[in-house]
């Protein structure tokens, strides 16, 4: 039962033009979400959250969108940069505003910037 | 200012035989929290540790068990390895009353034939 969704595996977008990453989930209790970002080799690194009492929130090129109501939130990276190249993230947490307690994340999405 | 050591970053074994991985926390980090990764799979969540006791547990079977030592660093373990238990073991770590966003590790890459 996957509560956490990233339907797409992959993405590709140009240098300098929007990336749209998409997660959906289903359990209606999760109350704040997260996006990671990793690189290969590498663990996954924190990027944005948002709490679920707002449905925007904004970190330089990165900026995060939450639609309760379809349970669906997507990151938007502008303007997209090669080292933005890395598989997404998309987490979220039950009964707590913290970002400390048991996460459950989506499959991941490969994202690509090509030059 | 270390970040979050895993070690080994690699390990093969045979099914049936036991492994132990260890985690280093971030310098101040008090909470660890253990994760698997399964090839094209997201991380899901082992348990978490805090005060040398497990906090939260996921549904992971019996055979994965931890422990946490009074530097606050943690071992996973894990018997009678199953091919499935082949994965990326990612340990996370955190300042659990600040509710802070996790810092992973590494991982160490677990094979298990």
């Known amino acids: 039962d996957q509560q956490v969704k990233q339907n797409s595996p992959s993405l590709s977008v140009q240098e300098g033009r929007i990336s749209i990453l998409n997660c959906d989930y289903t359990?209606?209790?999760?109350?704040?979400f997260l996006w990671y970002k990793k690189y290969p080799a590498e663990g996954p690194t924190f990027l944005i959250s948002?709490?679920?009492?707002?449905d925007k929130n904004e970190d330089g090129r990165f900026t995060v969108f939450l639609n309760k109501s379809a349970k669906h939130l997507s990151l938007h990276i502008v303007p997209s940069q090669p080292g933005d190249s890395a598989v997404y993230f998309c987490?979220?947490?039950?009964?707590?505003?913290?970002?400390?307690?048991?996460?459950?994340f989506g499959k991941g999405t490969k994202l690509t910037v090509n030059p | 200012d270390a970040g979050v050591t895993q070690s080994p970053t690699h390990l093969i074994k045979t099914r049936g035989q036991q492994v132990t991985l260890r985690c280093s926390p971030k310098?101040?980090?008090?909470?660890v929290s253990w994760y698997q990764q399964a090839l094209g799979q997201g991380p899901q969540f082992i348990f978490q540790?805090?005060?040398?006791?497990?906090?939260q547990r996921g549904n992971f079977p019996d055979r994965f068990s931890g422990h946490q030592f009074p530097n606050y660093s943690s071992e996973l373990n894990v018997n009678a390895l199953l091919l499935g238990d082949s994965a990326l073991y990612l340990c996370?770590?955190?300042?659990?009353?600040?509710?802070?966003?996790?810092?992973f590790g590494s991982g160490t890459q677990l094979s298990v034939l």
């Open positions: 359990n209606s209790m999760f109350d704040y």
């Open positions: 310098s101040g980090h008090d909470t």
């Open positions: 948002i709490s679920s009492i707002k």
């Open positions: 996370a770590s955190s300042l659990v009353w600040r509710g802070e966003k996790l810092f």
């Open positions: 987490a979220a947490i039950r009964g707590t505003q913290g970002g400390s307690e048991k996460l459950v």
């Open positions: 540790y805090y005060e040398e006791e497990e906090r």
